[in-house]
DNA sequence: AAGTGGTCTAGACCACCAT
DNA sequence: TGGTGGTCTAGACCACTTA
């Protein structure tokens, strides 16, 4: 043959044919990636097979293959070494450490947090908790509260949420213990990779507490984030409302260019 | 010949050949397409020429003209429209209105403001104003102070600099019968097309006016976002600094999925 | 019916990495 | 040296819009 392939069109609609044209066949493949990530049968820091065996896999071509792949590397799922191979994502990486994390200090520079952790509880969700989490109201959660500092100043409270069905085990000492951040902990021993998030930002006084903490006076202004962190399919793992002092560090957001 | 192409690579350095083999070709042809908007050849809203007929006017394949439009369109410089063409983004289409405006209310729902033009006034740039927009110190500037409501509440309150020279004969009348979206007037009446922004958020205390014009108490809690705005080639066109009383609304920012 | 973008294929060569 | 991704080409057919 020559080159035309229109007939793959049909070739996934044999019967009937009365149905639409469905999807085109990279969106086939990046389900079928997605679902190999979801799995676990593809992990994160591992390479998966290469572009001429995974269109020998999918009975695609080549192309087709680097079409969906393009979209995954976008999305920031997968990434590509040259001469090296593609490889999952590892929130071990310096380019994904800073993707969560948007926080700078007065001249635009991100410098990683150091975390201490004020708090590790077990409890039951409330309605709100519940909803942002896709749990029943009163299922059993963790609490975790984190202080982070940049260059030792207090800057940033966590106060994070999780759903404990799904860390199970997770304990006080584990947390502690983990070499990297939390994404990287979920990712590790769970399996469990955030690919994705939504942040909705407010501003607001500093309670008592709150401000002892982060230095500053109760009444003090704040920047709270609620974030809820999502993995594959779209399915939340985490709720997290942080509480920034800004007086010497900003929110750093950028528009366009990608976004 | 049958499909090869390395020659390509050697056809731009024809003499010498020791230089590294500097961008790949669809990288030059970014630059000239983006060079086409920057110089006003090709206007917002119009549409480019056709995939089949850049292929001729750069010498490279139609494989090659698609993938870089493929890049302009994710960076939401172009918009393809099957059937029709390949079209320069403009500022009055929904999708990009609302590039830029992050502000929802509580359920998450993104309406349009009302403005409110409180003040229109010429000055001359301070040192601030004059680094972040790559100014003189005392170059003249316009300075706009915008009220913006969502369903007749008060939520905003914008301060707006800009250089002078780049909006010539911009006057308050012209700045208040526009039609849609300052944007769009920048780029309708001086194509002048902004197509990214980095903001920065803090969370500060209402001062007297600004809580006056928002209708909280002074020393209560704002958001206030700084941006940035830039043109093609990273030309900063406006600085921008906004109060936001999220009493009952939301900054809202997405991390992940192309972003 | 003609023209445009959207999808898919097949195959060439280059650049990089590991061995 | 062999394998991997990166670039580029050429050409087919599908889907959509406009006239």
Redesign the pocket.
Known sequence: ?????????NARTPHGGSAA?QS?????VISQITQKLESGEWRSGE???????L?QQF??????I??A?DELVAGQILV???????FVSTHSEDHYRYHFFHIVDADGTKRFPAVELHAFRRGRADGSEAAKLGLKRGAPVIRVVNLLRLDDDPVVLDRITIAAQQFPGLTRAIFVARPGTIYHLYQERYGVSVIRAVERLRAVTADGATGKALGVRAGDPLLEIERVAYTYRDRPVELRVSQVNTGHHAYLSELGKGA
Chains 1, 2 share one sequence.
């Open positions: 043959m020559t080159g035309g392939s229109g007939r793959r069109y044209v085109p066949l990279y969106r086939h390479t998966i097979p290469s572009e001429p065996r269109a009975h695609v071509s080549v192309g087709t680097r079409k792949i590509r070494h040259q001469g090296r191979g593609t």
